[in-house]
């Protein structure tokens, strides 16, 4: 038997906006949108190639669930971003910032070739250095 990672779950006073961010940040798709939930999955892939993909082989999404209450510690989750290799890895940083991303300080050191970030409401988040795989 093989079991799928289907999601990762982020709660939050306003899945709309939250998962709006998410969508604009990392370029993914919303499949699902209401008050109380919304659904990201990666953007550029169609349900039929979806459906042609061997069960463990299909990519996970992101869901935004309401609660009623704002993050209030640090993740003891979060998400690692990376650049493609061919991709300036300072202009994404800028980007995301423009966005509404902030550089948060989790005790990493200063030489980390990883830069943290929090999203609008606080949740922690790395774009590491550039990648080809």
């Known amino acids: 038997m093989v079991l799928r990672w289907y999601s990762s779950v982020i709660d939050t006073p306003d899945p709309r906006a939250l998962g709006g961010w998410w969508a604009e940040a990392i370029g993914w798709q919303k499949v699902y949108e209401a008050d ?23 990519p996970p ?17 979060h998400l690692d971003l990376a650049p493609h290799t061919g991709q300036d890895r300072d202009a994404e940083i800028t980007r995301l910032e423009q966005l509404g991303a902030v550089r948060v300080d989790v005790g990493q050191d200063s030489s980390a070739s990883w830069t943290v970030l929090a999203d609008p409401e606080g949740n922690e988040f790395c774009v590491l250095s550039s990648r080809s795989l």
């Not at 109380?36 to 299909?58: F, H, N, S």
């Open 36 to 58: 109380d939930e919304v659904v990201l999955v990666p953007g550029g892939v169609t349900e039929e190639e979806v459906r042609a993909m061997p069960w463990e082989r299909v």
């Open 61 to 77: 999404g992101l869901v935004f669930v309401r609660v009623a209450e704002p993050k209030q510690v640090k993740n003891r989750i």
